[in-house]
């Protein structure tokens, strides 16, 4: 969208252990800073020229820009931050306005100066999951910016101390916000990764003010809903803010007899305010056949859309469940599937401890040990808290395509690609039976790209791909693949451009070789062999499962 034609205002703030606001009037040769000392008694000290048009005052927004480094250049890095503050601060300007609003912060540092500012209590302090915020002040906070239509997108530079993901995440997620973190944040190799998925945050196009709200004929009812939603009432859902990316679950139980010849109805109208300020609702209306046949619901089952509503349950459960009551409840949902299908929809011909899958549930097993043995639900010794959660709170907003990706990886045989193909080539299976020593190969989760080299890997391949002559040449590490005049390389290259097109962030690549300790990064994303954490490799899994359906038979 071009400068000209905006219709929205555009405010900057910085902060540490107070907060400064900058006047960007167009009247003023150059931009002034306002500092509020005082954060307990927060007021925004002015209306003009802290929000101002793009247009108008650029020549003051791009030299604020540039003097923002250099402002604080000179001070001690600050340990504690008022993170909380900040937003309180954004959500103030958005009040002031009288319109919905959207605040992108960056923070770097752990979320302990809120605690001191709220009224945090130790000494009748109980514990919480760690997936839930540990004072009520965040979600207090949250429940504002929802309540005035403030949408707030997170960039989170965590140091060696971590940030609390868990309170930080929860405002963007129970505002409809973006979330982005950057482990080890380096300008010189990350500023690609943080340059595009800013441009994408700013370019997405969002509805602000929104209310879901859900209706179904009267034989059904809204029982429960995952995902982005972190508070709703009934068959309603609000959000400071929606954009494309943003998915949730619904799950419904019918309190009545489904006719066939009736059918069911649901119908989804989503209200919110655009970016011009006009008020718009968007309607869904679904009519569903029903069956009295258990067969015909088994074959119009997709294992994909199944996982991501369990997934979103399972996560959304995390706060209020111990991990080990969500992992044995999934257990407990697919051998209760696979039972009723083996029960109901088997022919007479399946001997008795034969394994039986429904047709189009035949991966949903994998997808689920997946979803089991997650570092969220059952994490390694080098899982942190702070990971965690940030796997758990992205995975709320995830559509079945994501989801599926990050729990089973893509990991493509690069090295058997000919000059002349055009696409790409097959996926391989997440195990490490499937992999040649004498392979490259390229896989992703949706969130990381790795590429793998076998120790025997040709080196006229890693020549061409990388620029080194050999196999012990090869450096391993965060990379950005080298531009060469080779048809392997642009190739390569290609497929990576594709993918980071086709993902919602901008994904980091990493190279490791065979035998080297960082691939063990790689490692992880094999989902069908056994985890050093413990996690069940999916045959073990399967053989499980299919013994509990047996028993459960009989």
């Given at each position: 969208?071009?400068?000209?034609?905006?219709?929205?205002?555009?405010?900057?703030?910085?902060?540490?252990?107070?907060?400064?606001?900058?006047?960007?009037?167009?009247?003023?040769?150059?931009?002034?800073?306002?500092?509020?000392?005082?954060?307990?008694?927060?007021?925004?000290?002015?209306?003009?020229?802290?929000?101002?048009?793009?247009?108008?005052?650029?020549?003051?927004?791009?030299?604020?820009?540039?003097?923002?480094?250099?402002?604080?250049?000179?001070?001690?890095?600050?340990?504690?931050?008022?993170?909380?503050?900040?937003?309180?601060?954004?959500?103030?300007?958005?009040?002031?306005?009288?319109?919905?609003?959207?605040?992108?912060?960056?923070?770097?540092?752990?979320?302990?100066?809120?605690?001191?500012?709220?009224?945090?209590?130790?000494?009748?302090?109980?514990?919480?999951?760690?997936?839930?915020?540990?004072?009520?002040?965040?979600?207090?906070?949250?429940?504002?910016?929802?309540?005035?239509?403030?949408?707030?997108?997170?960039?989170?530079?965590?140091?060696?101390?971590?940030?609390?993901?868990?309170?930080?995440?929860?405002?963007?997620?129970?505002?409809?916000?973006?979330?982005?973190?950057?482990?080890?944040?380096?300008a010189n190799l990350n500023a690609a990764q943080f340059a595009t998925d800013l441009n994408r945050a700013l370019?997405?196009?969002?509805?602000?003010?929104?209310?879901?709200?859900?209706?179904?004929?009267?034989?059904?009812?809204?029982?429960?809903?995952?995902?982005?939603?972190?508070?709703?009432?009934?068959?309603?859902?609000?959000?400071?803010?929606?954009?494309?990316?943003?998915?949730?679950?619904?799950?419904?139980?019918?309190?009545?007899?489904?006719?066939?010849?009736?059918?069911?109805?649901?119908?989804?109208?989503?209200?919110?305010?655009?970016?011009?300020?006009?008020?718009?609702?968007?309607?869904?209306?679904?009519?569903?056949?029903?069956?009295?046949?258990?067969?015909?619901?088994?074959?119009?089952?997709?294992?994909?859309?199944?996982?991501?509503?369990?997934?979103?349950?399972?996560?959304?459960?995390?706060?209020?469940?111990?991990?080990?009551?969500?992992?044995?409840?999934?257990?407990?949902?697919?051998?209760?599937?696979?039972?009723?299908?083996?029960?109901?929809?088997?022919?007479?011909?399946?001997?008795?401890?034969?394994?039986?899958?429904?047709?189009?549930?035949?991966?949903?097993?994998?997808?689920?040990?997946?979803?089991?043995?997650?570092?969220?639900?059952?994490?390694?010794?080098?899982?942190?808290?702070?990971?965690?959660?940030?796997?758990?709170?992205?995975?709320?907003?995830?559509?079945?395509?994501?989801?599926?990706?990050?729990?089973?990886?893509?990991?493509?045989?690069?090295?058997?690609?000919?000059?002349?193909?055009?696409?790409?080539?097959?996926?391989?299976?997440?195990?490490?039976?499937?992999?040649?020593?004498?392979?490259?190969?390229?896989?992703?989760?949706?969130?990381?790209?790795?590429?793998?080299?076998?120790?025997?890997?040709?080196?006229?391949?890693?020549?061409?791909?990388?620029?080194?002559?050999?196999?012990?040449?090869?450096?391993?590490?965060?990379?950005?693949?080298?531009?060469l005049n080779t048809p392997f390389s642009q190739k390569v290259r290609k497929i990576v451009e594709k993918i980071?097109?086709?993902?919602?962030?901008?994904?980091?690549?990493?190279?490791?070789?065979?035998?080297?300790?960082?691939?063990?990064?790689?490692?992880?994303?094999?989902?069908?062999?056994?985890?050093?954490?413990?996690?069940?490799?999916?045959?073990?899994?399967?053989?499980?499962?299919?013994?509990?359906?047996?028993?459960?038979?009989?």
């Open positions: 969208m071009g400068a000209e034609n905006c219709h929205f205002k555009v405010g900057f703030m910085t902060y540490n252990t107070t907060v400064h606001f900058y006047n960007l009037s167009s009247s003023l040769s150059q931009p002034h800073m306002l500092v509020l000392t005082d954060v307990s008694e927060l007021q925004v000290p002015l209306l003009d020229g802290l929000l101002v048009s793009i247009h108008d005052s650029r020549s003051n927004i791009e030299s604020l820009l540039v003097q923002i480094p250099s402002l604080f250049a000179e001070q001690e890095k600050e340990e504690e931050t008022v993170f909380g503050t900040a937003v309180k601060a954004g959500l103030e300007a958005v009040k002031i306005c009288g319109c919905p609003g959207r605040l992108f912060l960056f923070h770097t540092s752990v979320l302990t100066a809120d605690r001191k500012l709220s009224s945090w209590n130790i000494g009748a302090y109980k514990y919480k999951s760690p997936f839930q915020p540990q004072v009520a002040f965040y979600q207090d906070l949250a429940q504002d910016c929802v309540s005035h239509g403030c949408c707030v997108d997170l960039f989170l530079f965590p140091n060696s101390k971590g940030i609390d993901i868990t309170s930080a995440g929860f405002i963007s997620l129970a505002t409809g916000g973006r979330f982005y973190k950057y482990n080890n944040f380096q370019q997405t196009e969002m509805g602000f003010s929104v209310e879901v709200t859900l209706l179904t004929s009267k034989e059904l009812k809204v029982k429960a809903m995952y995902g982005v939603v972190v508070e709703s009432k009934s068959n309603k859902v609000k959000l400071a803010g929606m954009d494309s990316n943003k998915t949730f679950a619904v799950e419904l139980e019918h309190s009545g007899i489904l006719k066939e010849e009736h059918g069911a109805f649901i119908q989804c109208a989503l209200s919110y305010t655009n970016f011009s300020g006009q008020k718009r609702i968007r309607v869904h209306n679904i009519s569903l056949n029903c069956s009295s046949q258990l067969v015909d619901t088994f074959r119009q089952s997709q294992a994909e859309t199944l996982i991501t509503f369990l997934s979103k349950a399972a996560f959304s459960a995390l706060p209020d469940s111990p991990t080990k009551s969500i992992r044995d409840g999934l257990v407990d949902q697919v051998t209760h599937i696979l039972a009723c299908y083996r029960k109901n929809c088997a022919t007479s011909l399946v001997s008795e401890g034969q394994l039986v899958l429904p047709q189009f549930l035949k991966v949903f097993p994998v997808y689920a040990n997946c979803l089991r043995k997650s570092d969220v639900l059952l994490p390694g010794d080098d899982a942190s808290i702070d990971e965690r959660a940030y796997i758990q709170q992205i995975l709320l907003s995830m559509d079945p395509a994501e989801t599926a990706v990050f729990l089973y990886p893509c990991i493509l045989p690069l090295h058997i690609m000919t000059d002349n193909a055009e696409c790409f080539p097959n996926a391989v299976r997440c195990s490490s039976v499937m992999l040649s020593t004498n392979g490259i190969y390229l896989a992703e989760n949706g969130l990381i790209l790795v590429l793998w080299i076998g120790a025997n890997a040709p080196h006229e391949l890693i020549q061409s791909l990388l620029d080194v002559p050999a196999f012990s040449a090869i450096w391993c590490g965060e990379y950005s693949l080298p531009v980071q097109n086709q993902r919602t962030r901008f994904l980091k690549l990493f190279v490791v070789k065979q035998g080297d300790t960082k691939e063990k990064l790689f490692q992880s994303l094999l989902v069908e062999d056994k985890t050093p954490n413990g996690g069940a490799s999916y045959l073990d899994f399967l053989y499980h499962v299919h013994i509990s359906v047996l028993r459960l038979q009989k």
